[in-house]
Structure formats: C-alpha cells, structure tokens
Nanobody, 112 residues
Framework: QVQLVESGGGSVQAGGSLRLSCATS????????MSWYRQAPGKEREFVSG???????TYADSVKGRFTISRDNGKKTIYLQMNSLKPEDTAMYYC???????WGQGTQVTVS
C-alpha cells in the first residue's frame, strides 16, 4: 500500500509557473513508476507525464517542452515543474503509482 499527497496547485496567469509535489509514504516498491494525470471539467482524465525506476521520463505532446517531471528519493517526493502555463492546462492534477495503481486526491491548477 502507498499513500500519495499532492500539493503545489493554485491560480496563475498564463505564462506563469507552478511546481506540483507528490509526497509518498508506504511501500517503497510502489513508487518505482509514477505518473501525473489531469482532469479538466467535463473531460476524461488524461496522462501528463511519467517517470520510471531508471528515471526515464515521458510526456504528453501537449506539455512536452513546458513540463518536467522529477523525483527526490530522499524526500520520497515526485515533482512536476510546469512552465509557460496555458489556460488549457487548467485541471485537477493527480499523482499515480503506476506500479501499484494508487491515486492521490489531486491538486487544482487554474490558469487564467
């Protein structure tokens, strides 16, 4: 079992930046492969970015070049640095343990 707690969301103007954090606790092996997803009102949840055991990263085309996923193993935290934010990035952002299929509660990002 693993617990995931997201933070760092907020309201920013277009072109601004935010850094989301996903603090993890519980079974360490569950955090080997982690992802960020987002869900905008009226839309399906979509993949944003992922990082695996070897720290290989993947990104949705819509965020490539603007978002960066990373991890700090000592702090057991996954980050999503979001730059050049656009209004279409507005959504609830969720952290997910791909290894164990656990989800956090989400953090809201609003870009105006």
């Amino acid at each position: 079992q693993v617990q995931l707690v997201e933070s760092g969301g907020g309201s920013v103007q277009a072109g601004g930046s935010l850094r989301l954090s996903c603090a993890t606790s519980g079974y360490t092996f569950c955090t080997g492969s982690m992802s960020w997803y987002r869900q905008a009102p009226g839309k399906e949840r979509e993949f944003v970015s992922g990082i695996n055991l070897r720290d290989s990263t993947t990104y949705a085309d819509s965020v490539k070049g603007r978002f960066t996923i990373s991890r700090d193993n000592g702090k057991k935290t996954i980050y999503l640095q979001m730059n050049s934010l656009k209004p279409e990035d507005t959504a609830m952002y969720y952290c997910r343990s791909d290894t164990c299929d656990y989800w956090g509660q989400g953090t809201q990002v609003t870009v105006s």
